[in-house]
């Protein structure tokens, strides 16, 4: 069935330290895919996005690459701050008709340690 | 920056009550959607609506859920008998046009007691 799922469910890396967080997703309909910060009692934060014909892209210290071989996604965030530490979910999005949806995984939790 | 509004932030209910779940998207987005969290698990999609209906919804919406666009800003979602697994975070969330980014309000936090 369909899924998006996150392979270790907490991180912790020193700051200054870069950051990788992996995805793997299964469906193959998914035309693009982001990834979102939570913070505690707030909403899903959009960082950065990319459509299924990229396989790399770049945002302010923020990284996303795409490899749809294996239908996996992974986050880099470069120099890890302390303000980074969050859940941090991926999240594909499956067009359905005239409309769309978001398939989440289930979120990682990143601590950055001082 | 324009943002999605949601209100109340926090609202408790008795089971079998009825809510209604509020949102202002963005002015001039056309999709809206609702998804929710169960504390410490992963958000889930519950309904897309379009040009003033359903686009689609989810196991999760059953009968006991609706949503509305009374007027050209408010997307509600009502739940009629609330259950206690109906606890939650509700998010809405509003996009352009299809293949837009999404923006997301920062929830209702749904407490069912």
């Known amino acids: 069935g369909e899924s998006v799922g996150l392979h270790l469910p907490t991180l912790s890396v020193q700051e200054g330290d870069n950051s990788i967080i992996n995805c793997a997703y299964s469906?193959?309909?998914?035309?693009?895919f982001i990834w979102y910060k939570q913070e505690s009692g707030k909403g899903p934060q959009f960082i950065i996005d990319?459509?299924?014909?990229?396989d790399k892209r770049q945002g302010q210290r923020v990284t996303v690459l795409l490899n749809k071989t294996v239908k996996h996604l992974s986050l880099q965030i470069a120099a890890t701050q302390p303000g980074d530490s969050a859940v941090y979910f991926c999240a594909e999005n499956i067009p359905t008709g005239a409309n769309s949806k978001l398939t989440f995984g289930k979120g990682i939790t990143l601590s950055v340690r001082p | 920056e324009p943002e999605v509004t949601q209100t109340p932030s926090h609202q408790v209910t008795q089971m079998g009550q009825e809510v209604i779940l509020r949102c202002v998207p963005i002015s001039n987005h056309l999709y809206f959607y609702w998804y929710r969290q169960i504390l410490g698990q992963k958000v889930e999609f519950l309904v897309s609506f379009y040009n003033n209906e359903i686009s689609e919804k989810s196991e999760i919406f059953d009968d006991q859920f609706s949503v509305e666009r009374p007027d050209g800003s408010n997307f509600t979602l009502k739940i009629r008998s609330t259950k206690l697994e109906d606890s939650a975070m509700y998010f809405c969330?509003?996009?352009?046009?299809?293949?837009?980014?999404?923006?997301f309000g920062s929830g209702t936090r749904l407490t069912v007691v």
């Open positions: 469906n193959s309909a998914s035309d693009y």
């Open positions: 969330a509003s996009r352009p046009v299809a293949g837009a980014s999404y923006t």
């Open positions: 990319i459509r299924s014909n990229m």
